[in-house]
Nanobody, 116 residues
Framework: QVQLVESGGRLVQAGGSLRLSCVASGGTFGSYAMGWFRQAPGKEREFVASINWSGSRLDYASSVKGRFTISRDNTKNTVYLQMNSLKPEDTAVYYC?????????WGQGTQVTVSS
């Protein structure tokens, strides 16, 4: 069983930056892919970014490419999402996702609010 705990979300002004963290426990963090998703009010959850087990493959949604950076530290069982040049449309609950060989796991989410 894998547990994921996100942190780092808060209220920030447009143009600002935030770094989200997701700490994993209960599994072999270095063996599975990680991702960030987000869900705005009244909308479906959408993909933001993903990273493979080694950090050698990164993928981004077109809406965040060039502004967000995903990274991981396998020694700390942590995946990060560095968010720069934030826009009001980035406002959402951000969720961490772990994809293991057997199933996927989700965190509880952290709220990011970008004011204009």
């Amino acid at each position: 069983q894998v547990q994921l705990v996100e942190s780092g979300g808060r209220l920030v002004q447009a143009g600002g930056s935030l770094r989200l963290s997701c700490v994993a426990s209960g599994g072999t963090f270095g063996s599975y892919a990680m991702g960030w998703f987000r869900q705005a009010p009244g909308k479906e959850r959408e993909f933001v970014a993903s990273i493979n087990w080694s950090g050698s493959r990164l993928d981004y949604a077109s809406s965040v490419k060039g502004r967000f950076t995903i990274s991981r530290d396998n020694t700390k069982n942590t995946v990060y999402l560095q968010m720069n040049s934030l826009k009001p449309e980035d406002t959402a609950v951000y969720y961490c996702k772990a994809t293991t060989a057997l199933r996927i796991y989700w965190g509880q989410g952290t709220q990011v609010t970008v004011s204009s």
